[in-house]
């Protein structure tokens, strides 16, 4: 089993930046895939980005340029830098694992983990 636990939402003005972090506890050696993923009220959940154990990433077109993974495999933790932040980036923003690569990543079923989550709240 594997435990996920989202830190460092909150609230900023457009052009600003906010840093993620995704904790992760239990038997993290058998994961190989981890993302980050947002919900804003009333839409869909949607993959952000994806980091694979070997450190190749992925990212969906709406953030490229402005938000970037990474993972310390050491410490277990994920991260996400958010630059440039637009009042569109608002969302709960989730961390999510799988013991697969990351094939499909887009898609939340794929995931056997799961956070909380944590809120970005961006203003014009």
């Known amino acids: 089993q594997v435990h996920l636990v989202e830190s460092g939402g909150g609230s900023v003005q457009a052009g600003g930046s906010l840093r993620l972090s995704c904790a992760a506890s239990?038997?993290?050696?058998?994961?190989?895939?981890m993302a980050w993923f947002r919900q804003a009220p009333g839409k869909e959940r949607e993959g952000v980005a994806a980091v694979n154990s070997d450190g190749i990433r992925v990212y969906a077109d709406s953030v490229k340029g402005r938000f970037t993974i990474s993972r310390d495999n050491a410490k277990s933790t994920l991260y996400l830098q958010m630059n440039s932040l637009q009042p569109e980036d608002t969302a709960m923003y989730y961390c999510?694992?799988?013991?697969?690569?990351?094939?499909?990543?887009?898609?939340?079923?794929?995931?056997?983990?799961w956070g909380q989550g944590t809120q970005a709240t961006v203003s014009s």
């Open positions: 239990g038997y993290t050696a058998s994961i190989h895939c």
């Open positions: 999510a694992a799988v013991r697969s690569y990351c094939i499909r990543w887009r898609s939340p079923g794929e995931y056997n983990y």
